[in-house]
């Protein structure tokens, strides 16, 4: 890979794409040429190098990046000025690695592993040498990172990376890698940087995040842990796979109030047969009995899952059975996808597609329902008395947005701040959000 020299960046930008560990990958990788002295701009458009960090996950997504790519060099062509430096970094970057220097002569590509070496690697793009770094180094990007110093009211924080579980449509075992869980001490550490930098909530991320583990300790004593720590007022955790959600986990929705009411445990499909065909290692039964279980400690729970309609083979009926195990389960809230084929997956080579106007046809019968589901779950919320975190203000003067303990997205006016806890009754429901009324102010 050859490349002319250039000037070296003085400002950045960085863009994600995809799930909540790119959202966090990209504060680091932010930090991290923060702490090189470049200034990061919000206008893609007026930075010197630009970070794409990339997600893999459906073919859609992939192709952004490229789009992306060849927008910000036209927009600097209509305005006369050089193109940006550009790093691809993330899921894509991992995948295709040199693959998208021959397609879109980028100037450094950097996976999801090796992050910390992106000074270095800009540095030697700015000297026109190769910069290309794609390894899964035993030893953890993190310790390579500076420490974290300012955040929003809601934090992530990643604690396990990868999957060994291999569900055949996936393409994440091979973009993160392995299950890697990242040490106790090392995490609480983190926590307490993002307490003292603003966090009053913390959202525990991991591929299989249900999976952490350290030296017997598992992600219910990480959360126990967390819920003493001064400051944090509030727990989340995801994503989770149903296979790893331990007894105490389940208990730990019981006994630790700073724990919100809330689980996203993704099943993908509502038929046993699609499910082995996808390797997911549960049936529809263990599921719905492992939320029953789950809704036996916590009645209130928000449910959550992500869907895949039209894997290779499946039929009608099989369809049929996965709107029938939403009905059963009335998820609180859904993501739902139309199955895309990911190169290198053992689905990808399954013959039986399912045409593309049927899965479109059945995404929109599945979202319906989860729409429909998500309404009711938001119209039983009126009345509730509960504390709304507040994360922004609003787009209307003195309005301010935070979430509810159910992740609903919660509107009220008042004299409030980011970061309040504040006490209100959820006085009228949307389909996306509701509107609260504070009835008291903490002293926080
Ligand atoms: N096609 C469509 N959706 C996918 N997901 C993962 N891989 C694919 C794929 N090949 C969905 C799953 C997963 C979520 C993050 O993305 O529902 O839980
Ligand atoms: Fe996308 Fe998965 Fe990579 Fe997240 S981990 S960016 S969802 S491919």
Redesign the pocket.
Known sequence: MSVTAKTPPQTFHVKSFG?QMNVYDGERMAELMAAEGLVSTADADAADLVVLNTCH???KATEKVYSDIGRLRKRARERGSDAPMIAVAGCVAQAEGEEIVRRAKVDVVVGPQSYHNLPGLVARAASGEAALDTDMPLASKFAHLPARRRVGASAFLTVQEGCDKF?T????PYTRGAEVSRPYAAILDEARALVDAGAREITLLGQNVNAWSDDGRGLHDLILALDRLPGLARIRYT?SHPNDMAQGLIEAHRDVESLMPFLHL?V?AGSDRVLRAMNRAHTVDGYLHLLDRVRAVRPDIALS????VG?PGETEAEFAETLRLVDRVGYAQA????????PG?P??DLAAAVPAEVMDERLQRLQAALNRDQAAFNAASVGRRCAVLIERRGKLPGQWLGKSPWLQSVHLVGDHKIGDLVEVTLAAAGPNSLTGVATLRDAA
């Open positions: 799930c996950i459906r073919e569900c449509y996936c393409v994440v994503t993704p993908q899952g992500d869907f895949i894997f993501f739902s996808f139309k199955y895309s084929p990911r997956t689905a990808a």
